[in-house]
């Protein structure tokens, strides 16, 4: 690989006097930024990822050595700083308009009519580029460095987000000074998610347990509004520029002259862009685009057109909210049909391995899809869906996103089958199968399950600690701060501290909720440790035979067995629990911490429930309710629910979307009740 001497780092001098190291500083910095500018900007890297990491690992070397010699713009300077407590307000050098959009060609071709007819012209030329799916920001310059950063917000005032737009590679934090940059500089661009990056980070979250992003711009917006920079830093967000909103001295004649002086400073700008003579070019442009669209790198959702002219473009002036010589020319919304862009293993509260695939986001029932639930290995491979399969999506119930069909693709080479992993993709505990599921064996030792674990614990139908949602509980063990549920009376006030989002009235409110929560029925104790098989219902059934969780704990199967609401799966979930010594472990650390579990008399039950006896299936999606709130229903009612089909199963509810557990059922001549059917039996059961 060829450099210019200017970039020729072969030699690595070890400096011996200030002056000597400030030159070899200033070197590597203007070194690293031309990489990154050939890198992120041109797309074109001239060397290994390794001698990159050698040049910038010797900056860092040298700038902790002398740490009088750092400078805000220094390439090292993107990991992040420490986390706020809320993002400040910023009122924008220009208000930031947004545009008016068009979809259909009659619009359009009525857009150039007006501009012709305003300029008195008979042709007009425009600059067409992408409109980006992603979030919009200003960003300031000064003397050619990087100084603030804002999103759009309302157009006048938006949020600050110097320090995390900092940490974004692509975005230069000092520009190209041989290119004589303004002194003073105000741009516009967007902050979006390349769709490879926004899938890898949507499987890892998916992986971890953690809820994915609906789509790109979502992913974009959430991580650039982060709090803690840190977590910008590690997200994979690149920016382009397309406007100069303010500049010291005259402006480009024209705004594709000003696109070629961002370029010129360094700053990134449209790759896919042209200059059209005439609205049928703005038009053919548009139609290829739209081709393009799914091989692009990134969301689209259309195209942007302005007229060329900067004259023009003042004299055609502004509304009050947008500009009279722009506009978006939109795509057509896709619909329904998109691709599988992977298959991943989502791991759930109770180690249950649940295949889900990731889309190229798609608009359903007016709401962008970018993953659907597989059920489980039965269920892929009766679909046969794989990785990079065109694919039929429908929110199954108008409520849970489901693939209903491969869609054949002439020509097409398709992946290899799906099966699911042998490891945990969370823990890497062995994965064992029980039916039609697949679980980690993990237990508290799975990051995934812990999770879970944590928020059933603190849940509204179990000990009720209010303020300890699902972000909370990630960043507590994320952070190592819980590794098992007793950990949550451990928590200090200075630990809590440290969240993202926790400021001193937020955490005294978590600490004066875990308090409250050290004093708790039995029943609902039983609920909050997350036993397999074990809901509200069963819980209270096992309060109500046994009076105190240590005659629970002491239950063999067959005491178990002998209540007429629990089954033998039950039976066995409860004697495999409580025979964990870990399990065991947690519950007299729990004890110990001052957790009370309130004891009353066991009361057995004289008079059998209706559904005593009777175990019940669920599969697909129900409309009318959740499937937490159906299974409460049968529970309360004396029945168990079972994940697998058996002869020994009293009914299978099949909702929207049934799995092969419907299959199942009919071969073994179980009774199947539609959503509806199954209503009405337990309206009439329960006498209501």
């Not at 407590?85 to 007006?114: C, N, W």
């Not at 949507?202 to 982060?226: C, H, I, V, W, Y």
């Not at 928590?491 to 993202?500: C, G, N, P, V």
């Amino acid at each position: 690989m060829t450099q210019s001497k200017l970039f020729d780092n072969t030699s690595n001098p070890s400096p011996k006097t200030p002056g000597t190291v400030q030159e070899r500083i200033t070197r590597l910095r203007e070194t690293i930024r031309q990489h990154d500018y050939l890198y992120y900007v041109k797309d074109r890297p001239e060397i290994s990822d390794g001698e990159y990491d050698r040049l910038f690992n010797e900056l860092v070397e040298l700038e902790e050595a002398h740490p009088e010699l750092v400078t805000a713009e220094s390439p090292t300077q993107r990991v992040g700083a420490a986390p706020l407590e809320e993002l400040g307000k910023i009122t924008h050098e220009r208000p930031m308009l947004s545009l008016d959009s068009l979809v259909d060609s009659l619009d359009v071709v009525a857009f150039d009519q007006r501009m012709k007819r305003e300029l008195e012209t008979d042709q007009v030329e425009y600059t067409v580029e992408p409109k980006f799916d992603g979030l919009s920001v200003e960003l300031v310059y000064d003397q050619g460095v990087f100084v603030r950063g804002s999103t759009r917000g309302d157009g006048i005032t938006g949020e600050d987000a110097t320090i995390n737009l900092r940490t974004i590679r692509s975005l230069p934090l000092q520009l190209q000074m041989g290119a004589t940059p303004p002194s003073h500089l105000v741009v516009r661009g967007e902050v979006y998610m390349r769709l490879d990056d926004f899938h890898a980070l949507n499987k890892r979250m998916t992986e971890r347990g953690d809820d994915a992003f609906a789509n790109p711009r979502n992913a974009a917006a959430g991580s650039l509004r982060q709090l803690a920079s840190h977590v910008t830093a590690e997200r994979p967000l690149v920016v382009t520029c397309y406007d100069v909103m303010v500049v010291d001295g005259p402006p480009p004649a024209s705004h594709w002259e000003e696109l070629e002086a961002l370029a010129l400073w360094g700053l990134p700008i449209p790759s896919h862009r042209r200059r059209c003579e005439s609205i049928e070019a703005v038009m053919a442009f548009h139609r290829e685009t739209e081709q393009q669209r799914d091989n692009l790198a990134y969301e689209i959702d259309g195209v942007v057109v302005k007229v060329n002219r900067r004259d023009w473009q003042d004299q055609l002036g502004t509304k009050s909210r947008s500009p009279r010589w722009a506009m978006a020319y939109k795509f057509a919304p896709r619909k329904e049909i998109t691709v599988v862009q992977d298959i991943v293993v989502s791991v759930g509260r109770t180690g249950t391995l649940t295949p889900l695939a990731l889309l190229r986001p798609v608009e359903v029932g007016g709401v962008t899809i970018s993953r659907a639930t597989l059920h489980n290995a039965d269920e892929v491979a009766r679909k046969d869906v794989r990785v990079g399969d065109t694919v039929k999506v429908e929110r199954a119930g108008d409520v849970i996103p489901a693939i209903t069909e491969r869609v054949p693709v002439p020509g097409e080479t398709r992946s290899a089958s799906f099966s699911m992993p042998d490891h945990c993709p969370v823990c890497g505990a062995a994965v064992a199968r029980e039916g039609a599921y697949f679980y980690c064996t993990g237990q508290a030792a799975c990051p995934a399950q812990l999770k879970g674990a944590i928020e059933h614990f603190a849940s509204k139908s179990a000990l009720n600690i209010e303020g300890l949602g699902k972000k909370t509980v990630a960043q507590l063990v994320d952070q190592g701060l819980i590794h098992d549920l007793a950990d949550l009376y451990h928590l200090s006030r200075e630990q809590l501290l440290t969240l993202e989002g926790f400021a001193e009235r937020s955490t005294a409110q978590l600490l004066d909720a875990i308090a409250r929560s050290k004093t708790v029925s039995l029943d609902r104790f039983l609920m909050g440790l997350g036993i397999r098989q074990v809901g509200q219902h069963i819980a209270k059934v096992l309060a109500r035979e046994f009076g105190s969780l240590d005659a629970i704990m002491s239950g063999d199967q067959d005491r178990f067995q002998a209540i007429q609401e629990i089954g033998p799966e039950i039976s066995a979930s409860l004697v495999s629990y409580f025979q964990e010594s870990s399990n065991r472990r947690v519950i007299s650390r729990l004890r110990e911490l001052g957790v009370s579990i309130a004891e009353t008399a066991a009361v057995p039950r004289e008079t059998p429930l209706p559904f005593a006896g009777k175990s019940f299936v669920f599969t697909g999606g129900l409309v009318g309710l959740s499937r937490d709130e159906a299974t409460a229903w049968v529970e309360r009612l004396g029945a168990t629910v079972s994940s697998s089909v058996s002869k020994k199963t009293s009914y299978v509810v099949a909702g929207a979307d049934p799995g092969l557990k419907l299959d199942q059922a009919q071969k073994l001549g179980v009774t199947i009740l539609g959503e509806e059917a199954f209503l009405e039996l337990v309206k009439k059961q329960a006498g209501t």
